[in-house]
């Protein structure tokens, strides 16, 4: 396997509060993995320990054969990993072509006049309504249009993994269609290889090549969406 993220004995804590354990993944290079599992688990947790704004208070991280276990968030976003955290974390009082360029500082250092070239036409060939409501501020727009917003500023940066903290969570039914095609033109047209969390197993199972269930802090069980059943893991989630 062509491993682009691997986590070795993974723990993270909040203080005192030890909230992971020894977490072992890899995350195959063009591939798609959910990381599920119950509230309180530790799902944002890891996301945010692999993108590097969580600590981790043990194990090892490499990331396209470096070890990023001690880099900073913002190297880690240089090196390739975009994020589009839960709650979306969109800057209300700039508009979404402000949103977007923001994106691009991922991009310093990797190469001369990447920033200068400005919002990749893809962007807005993946998600159309943002060209169309891009001078607008990012505070005005509804859920579903600051989950593209966040996903197209993550894009921005050119991320070879782009982790994803339940995208679908409170946005209406035909508007997560919309995003999970968007999702799957990221891994076919721009080869992003995607971890996500996500709460509907069956988007989960439908979108996931690989699933973790995470359980207590722990791995409970990881393999394959294409040979495992989610009947076998649904009592592991919420329902
Ligand atoms: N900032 C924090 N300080 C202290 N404890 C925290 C903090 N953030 C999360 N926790 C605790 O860490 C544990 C894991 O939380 P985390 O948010 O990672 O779980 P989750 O699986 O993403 O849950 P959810 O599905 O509800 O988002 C929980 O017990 C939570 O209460």
């Known amino acids: 396997m062509d491993t682009l993220l691997k986590l070795d004995k993974v723990s993270a804590a909040y203080g005192q509060s030890q909230v992971l354990w020894d977490i072992d993944l890899a995350i195959a290079r063009g591939g798609a993995t959910a990381l599920i599992g119950r509230n309180g688990v530790g799902k944002t947790t890891l996301l945010n320990t692999i993108m ?18 001690r880099t900073p968030a913002h190297g880690r976003s240089r090196a390739g990993i975009g994020f589009v955290p839960q709650g979306r974390h969109i800057f209300p009082h700039l508009t979404v072509e402000e949103n977007l360029l ?6 310093e250092g990797r190469g ?3 920033m200068g070239q400005g919002i990749p036409d893809h962007i807005f060939d993946l998600f159309p309504k943002l060209a169309q409501i891009r ?12 989950q593209q917003l966040a996903i197209g500023r993550a894009l921005c940066g ?9 995208p679908t969570e409170g946005i209406q039914p035909n508007v997560v269609q919309q995003i999970e095609a968007a999702l799957r033109r990221v891994r076919r047209e721009l080869g992003v290889t995607i971890v996500i969390v996500e709460q509907y197993l069956d988007f989960a199972w439908s979108f996931a090549d690989d699933y973790c269930v995470l359980l ?24």
């Open 102 to 107: 923001s994106g691009l500082s991922a991009l």
């Open 158 to 166: 050119q991320p070879k993994l782009l982790l994803l903290d339940e």
């Open 135 to 146: 001078a607008r501020k990012g505070g005005v727009l509804s859920g579903g249009e600051q």
């Open 112 to 114: 001369r006049g990447l």
């Open 216 to 239: 207590n802090g722990r791995v409970e069980r990881q393999g394959s969406t294409r040979t495992d059943s989610a009947a076998d893991v649904a009592h592991l989630v919420n329902v």
């Open 52 to 69: 590097g704004v969580h600590r981790c208070s043990g194990g090892a991280i490499t990331f396209d054969g470096e070890d990023v276990t």
